[in-house]
Structure formats: C-alpha cells, structure tokens
C-alpha cells in the first residue's frame, strides 16, 4: 500500500495564479484532511471530510476550496495565490471509526512545499 | 476551545542524555492526546496516543509520555536519546472521537549532538 500520496511535491507560482494539490489514499479511510505548516505555528486544519460527498472548514480556509472527489481523493485549489499561501501543506487521512476507545490515528503524506512569488 | 503549548522551539542533548519535551494543553472535555514526529523532509507519523485507557503510554522507538489532568501536561520522554531521534516532534489534541479536529502545537526540534 502507498499509503496517502500527493502530487505535486514541489511547486512555484506567481502571485494570482492558481494550482490544484491532489491528494488521494489506498487505506479506505473515511476522512481525509487539508492542513499548512508553518515555522513555529505546528500545523493548521484548512478544511476537512469527514466522509465522501462531505467538507467542512477548518481553522484557516480563507483561499482555498476542496473537493472530495471521491473515497480515495481530496483536491486541495488555491483560485488567486497569494503569497501568504507560501508553505508546505500536508493531506492526511483516518479511519474515522467512532468511539472513544476506537480512535484511528491521522496517516500523513509527505506534503508538497510552494511558494508563491 | 482547545489549544496545545510546546515550550521550548528548541531542545538539544547529547547522545545518552534524557529527552524530555514538554506539552501543555487547555481542553473544556476530557482530551485526546497524540505525540507525533516529523523527519526532515517527510510527512508526520505518530508517536503514541492517549485515549484514557492509561496515563502512562508508550510509543514507537522507545518513548514515551504521560497525562497528568491536574497539570494539564503530557509531556514526552525517553530514557537515552540516538543520534536518530533528530526531528521536530509535535504534541496534538482532540476533543473529538472520531478526530477530525486536531490542533497542533507548534513543535519542538529536538538536536542530539554525539
């Protein structure tokens, strides 16, 4: 299994252009995540699914949407960049089992870094 | 609403010596706690997870962290550090089950000098 994979892994943009990070799983998972890193800030929730045909905001979803293309796939897309949207972003995806003893821990990609200029 | 503070951006040690990296988190329910680690240049992995199963909770790779409510801490530890724990370890909370809301600290870079 690959595991959560995401293309591209590196990416350079003007400002107000716009790029789609795919990102897709092989665990049947049924959550899937969109976070940022930034230096000295840990990792911020962008948006969510929490199933498939479902998506909610997170903490910072201000330029950007997503689109949960199906089980398997979650589109991260940047319409205008911006150069505050400089930073690496990580998909990451979960079982979603519920119960308090039945939590499935989050499964990360291996981010994809842009910049924009 | 629940946040997570990592004190300490940067720790260094020496090969052998103790690790000890520190997190404090405010939550308004009982929490979900999750260790997660990050070598340069990867995705994050988890460490170990606190579900109210135990206070004391082992990982991967020889840690280890506790919860203490009434300091509201779980911090991470481990005995005698390798040159191969050299990463950025996160501390993460959820107040949800199912953990669709982590939040993050915002890391500590752990350096282990020989």
């Known amino acids: 299994n690959a595991g959560v994979t995401q293309t591209p892994k590196f990416q350079v943009l003007k400002t107000g252009q716009s790029m789609t990070l795919q990102c897709a799983q092989d665990?049947?998972?049924?959550?899937m995540y969109w976070y940022r890193q930034d230096p000295g800030m840990g990792l911020r929730l962008i948006y969510y699914?929490?199933?498939?045909?479902?998506?909610d905001k997170g903490e910072v979803p201000n330029g950007y949407n997503v689109s949960r293309l199906n089980k398997r796939e979650f589109s991260l897309r940047l319409e205008s960049a911006a150069p505050s949207q400089t930073s690496v972003y990580f998909c990451?995806?979960?079982?979603?089992?519920?119960?308090?003893?039945?939590?499935?821990?989050?499964?990360f990609g291996p981010g994809t870094r842009l910049t924009v200029l | 609403a629940q946040s997570v503070t990592q004190l300490g951006s940067h720790v260094s040690v020496s090969e052998g010596a103790l690790v000890l990296l520190r997190c404090n988190y405010s939550s308004s329910v009982p929490p979900y706690l999750f260790w997660y680690v990050q070598y340069p240049n990867q995705g994050l992995q988890l460490l170990l997870k606190?579900?109210?199963?135990?206070?004391l909770v082992k990982g991967i790779n020889g840690f280890e962290a506790e919860f203490k409510k009434s300091e509201t801490s779980f911090h991470l530890t481990k005995p005698s550090a390798h040159m191969s724990d050299a990463a950025e370890y996160f501390c993460a909370v959820s107040e949800n089950n199912a953990g669709n809301m982590l939040t993050f600290g915002g890391g500590t870079r752990l350096m282990v000098k020989p």
């Open positions: 606190y579900t109210s199963a135990a206070t």
């Open positions: 990451a995806s979960s079982g979603g089992t519920s119960g308090r003893n039945a939590y499935n821990e989050q499964f």
């Open positions: 699914s929490a199933s498939e045909g479902t998506t």
């Open positions: 665990m049947n998972h049924n959550s």
